[in-house]
């Protein structure tokens, strides 16, 4: 079964929405024998002409036209990774839902799944484009949602704007937080077995998060939890690690997705600078919750969002912690988050995805 599916881009590019696509691709492959057509929609990328035996197609330019020549003219399903700014600068895409519109709307027989990684901007400042262009990229998300057959997404607020953008299109919308695109290990060791590590991990802005604006939170948290040392993994930051004077900062730079998964079941503790009330789409708490970590977060939410609950799948260690739980109590934190996850695992989405498609 060969099916169509459209991204901005896919590695070698840094790029969290390639990255799940990917993944997603190579399950349903594996456990459902789905073949995908990737096109890529970014002409700026640079990549092989197939990846990993999947067939792709490359758009040359971002038109309505230069999509129709590459979409399938028969019976078919399209799979649509979707986030505004990935295919659009001001992330108004009008070129991608006019291709869509013509091509889904041509035969009674085609499909559209579309999985919304991201809706519209909003709640930012007005000297910024977004806030300018935020009912613009709403009305086009709008419009997709009711030219879709099905939609998916990763947050339930997502799903709820949703159900209000198509009233009536669309009796279900399942949410589902994203899976670690770091390996998916079959097994955990409890975290008395692992080394005293703390592991900083994902792109350069994430991590700088944590080193420029919770360097206090983090220095206590590895004085509570006798961190011996600071694993630094993803690219270079502009930034003297050496001036952390708390705990040693060992920079591992890029590594293989192998090498992260190894590193992380071999640490205790993983920590974050990220929106509490965004981390089911954070892929960093993705990875820390699948390698079965203890979680450190910068932050906390007021409330459970998206099943999330602080003290109960991650830990913080601010002003008012005036000791670290018990080792038993940290465990069952770490034990929590892992079993979240396995709720919506890999496997768990890539069968969803199978019965919409």
């Not at 929609?41 to 758009?59: C, R, V």
Request: net charge positive; proline share 6%.
């Amino acid at each position: 079964m060969l099916l169509t599916c459209i991204v901005p881009r896919l590695p070698p590019a840094i790029d969290g929405v390639g990255d799940y696509a990917l993944n997603l691709a190579r399950q349903l492959r594996q456990d459902f024998g789905i073949q995908m057509h990737f096109v890529i929609t970014d002409p700026n990328w640079t990549g092989a002409t197939g990846i990993e035996e999947f067939p792709l197609s490359h758009l040359s330019e971002n038109s309505v036209e230069s999509l129709l020549s590459v979409l399938p003219n028969n019976s078919t399903q399209v799979l649509l990774h979707y986030v505004g700014y990935g295919y659009a600068k001001r992330g108004c895409p009008f070129w991608l839902v006019n291709a869509l519109e013509r091509w889904r709307t041509a035969r009674t027989n085609r499909g559209l799944v579309t999985m919304f990684h991201e809706i519209y901007a909003g709640g930012r400042p007005p000297w910024t484009s977004a806030f300018w262009l935020s009912s613009v990229q709403k009305s086009l998300a709008a419009r997709l949602a009711r030219l879709s057959d099905r939609c998916l997404t990763s947050k339930q607020l997502y799903a709820e704007i949703l159900h209000k953008l198509s009233p009536g299109k669309h009796k279900e919308i399942p949410a589902m937080p994203v899976f670690s695109s770091i390996t998916e290990p079959q097994q955990v060791p409890p975290l008395a077995k692992r080394q005293r590590h703390l592991v900083v991990f994902g792109g350069s802005s994430n991590r700088l998060q944590v080193y420029r604006n919770s360097s206090a939170m983090l220095s206590r948290s590895c004085e509570l939890l006798g961190i011996e040392k600071i694993l630094d993994i993803g690219p270079p930051v502009d930034l003297s690690l050496s001036s952390f004077k708390s705990v040693a900062i060992v920079e591992m730079g890029k590594q293989p997705a192998a090498k992260i998964s190894e590193i992380l079941l071999n640490s205790q503790v993983g920590f974050l600078n990220y929106n509490p009330d965004y981390l089911a789409k954070s892929g960093i708490f993705a990875a820390y919750c699948a390698h079965g970590l203890l979680t450190v977060s910068a932050h906390r939410s007021t409330l459970p969002i998206d099943g999330i609950e602080p003290e109960k799948h991650y830990w913080l260690s601010d002003e008012q912690t005036a000791e670290c739980k018990s080792g038993a109590e940290l465990q069952a934190i770490a034990d929590n988050a892992y079993a979240w996850y396995q709720t919506h695992n890999l496997s768990v989405q890539a069968r969803i995805f199978a019965s919409y498609l």
